[in-house]
């Protein structure tokens, strides 16, 4: 019976050291919501863009170690797992990634360490070269470290599970690594803060511009972390530029020249498709770009003025007839209002209006040829349009009046590059979404303001002008 007790009390005790551990405390009471939506995406191409001290790496180092122990949470699990976690450097290395994963790595759980430089007794004080670990479904798991200062070729040849970036890697290597997880149908992810500007990882995963759906991606801030308190971030805000606190807090990419839509968070701004009420339906905005994309987005108004993006036609090298049955189908599809005429409505652009020398009718004519009525008496002034979506964009009371449904993903991509240029004015490049979408909002009515209240030195004027008015 004494012996049943003791072990019992083993068990207990085994259990409340296992509670202390980091790993079991992570995302215990309070919770980093991002994190968790990182470890709960499925794709097999995930990153995280994040400021210094956002959590980013914390949720790669934990996301590696519940892998190749086999104890992951919300993916399936196997044994003998083989990965890399590549930095970019072996002192990079060794200051974070390494650090991270050694930090919730549980001692009982490794079978050995090899070294690059060091010795396994200190392991975090060198470099080192891969950890073998047990897994919880029997054999072991190895974690290797990889530098990215190495070049390409060490890394050839290898079958791996995944691959953790520890910030963003040449676009070579990352290749090669996409190479390695394939035979073994495996994954990517990567933490990174995008301090070199709008490189690959802007254009092919943060744009998506292959429109891969494996590819996902969150951004996560300061204010994302539930560890850092609203003084600390509010201090350490209050000591950066704008630039810097771009990347450095925000995560976000940057040129030398900046986003036209700084405002944009897709986390707040791209929402989950809904059925529109007939009510709300206001009306489509098309750029009629032939040779290049014409852009066609529906837009709706809910009863507090909020502007929702709920469809989009987005194609190049169509004539008009095939664009307007295009637009009538997708209009059919989403039982999109028409006029008593059986028409459909939209703005447009007043080039449309111009014959070319090639054709005798407009664009604006053959749309209406081919059931759709435009209206080209739109405001075309780019300043005070951008100015109007940076409004609708920017959230009062932690809601802005602009959504956009996730189906239109080419203003989603447009909306997140398009930049200022050198001469003040938007980079001419990929903005067909942007033009349609500043000709709407410029065509929603201002929101009524109450007039100023007169001080007392202005309604003291006026009393006295009236009295010798009244004089005379």
């Known amino acids: 019976m004494k012996q049943i007790v003791l072990r019992l009390k083993q068990i207990e005790e085994e259990q409340r050291r296992r509670k ?3 790993l079991a405390r992570y995302n215990k009471g309070k919770v980093h919501l991002k994190q968790m939506a990182f470890h709960k995406c499925l794709k097999k191409n995930r990153w995280v863009f994040g400021g210094n001290r956002s959590g980013k790496t914390e949720c790669g180092a934990v996301e590696t170690v519940w892998l190749a122990r086999g104890i992951h949470p919300y993916r399936d699990n196997k044994d003998n797992i083989s990965c890399w976690v590549v930095s970019l450097s072996q002192q990079v290395q060794r200051d974070v990634a390494q650090q991270k994963v050694l930090y919730y790595l549980n001692k009982n759980w490794i079978e050995d360490v090899v070294m690059v430089t060091g010795s396994k007794q200190s392991a975090s004080n060198g470099v080192i070269d891969y950890i073998v670990i047990k897994n919880v479904f029997g054999g072991t798991s190895r974690i290797a470290f990889k530098s990215c200062e190495a070049g390409r070729e060490k890394f050839q040849g ?8 520890d910030e963003e890697p040449p676009r070579d290597i990352y290749e090669e690594c996409r190479m390695r997880v394939l035979d073994r149908r495996g994954h990517i992810f990567g933490t990174m ?3 070199k500007g709008l490189t690959w990882v802007y254009d092919e995963i943060y744009l998506n511009k292959n429109k891969s759906d494996q590819v996902w991606s969150i951004f996560m801030e300061w204010a994302d972390n539930p560890y850092l308190s609203k003084e600390e971030v ?3 805000t209050s000591s950066m530029s704008e630039e810097g606190l771009e990347s450095r807090r925000y995560g976000r990419f940057h040129s030398g020249t900046g986003l036209v839509y700084s405002e944009f968070d897709p986390d707040i701004h791209v929402i989950e498709p809904f059925d529109v009420p007939t009510q709300w339906q206001d009306t489509m905005s098309i750029d009629p770009g032939l ?8 837009y709706a108004v809910d009863g507090d003025g909020v502007v929702y993006v709920v469809a989009e036609h987005y194609m190049a090298g169509k004539d008009v007839a095939y664009h307007a049955e295009a637009i009538k189908k997708i209009s059919h599809d989403i039982n999109w209002k028409k006029d008593k005429f059986g028409r459909l409505s939209a703005l447009m652009d007043s080039a449309a209006n111009q014959r070319t020398l090639s054709g005798v009718r407009s664009v604006a004519e053959l749309f209406s040829d081919n059931g759709i009525t435009v209206n080209t008496h739109v405001n075309k002034d780019l300043f005070s349009g951008i100015n109007r979506v940076k409004s609708y964009l920017k959230p009062v009371e932690g809601k802005p009046k602009l959504y956009i449904f996730k189906n239109c993903v080419n203003m989603i991509r447009e909306i997140k590059g398009y930049f200022w240029g050198n001469d003040d004015a938007p980079v001419k490049r990929d903005d067909h979404a942007m033009d349609e979408l500043r000709y709407y909002i410029s065509s929603r009515p201002v929101a009524y303001k109450d007039k100023p209240q007169k001080s007392w030195v202005q309604k003291d004027k006026e009393r006295l002008y009236r009295k010798l008015s009244n004089r005379g």
């Open 158 to 165: 290898t079958s791996l599970d995944f691959v953790w970036f």
């Open 291 to 298: 040779n290049n994309p014409l852009s066609c987005h529906w």
């Open 193 to 195: 803060t995008p301090l």
């Open 20 to 22: 202390l551990e980091p």
């Open 234 to 236: 509010n201090e350490m």
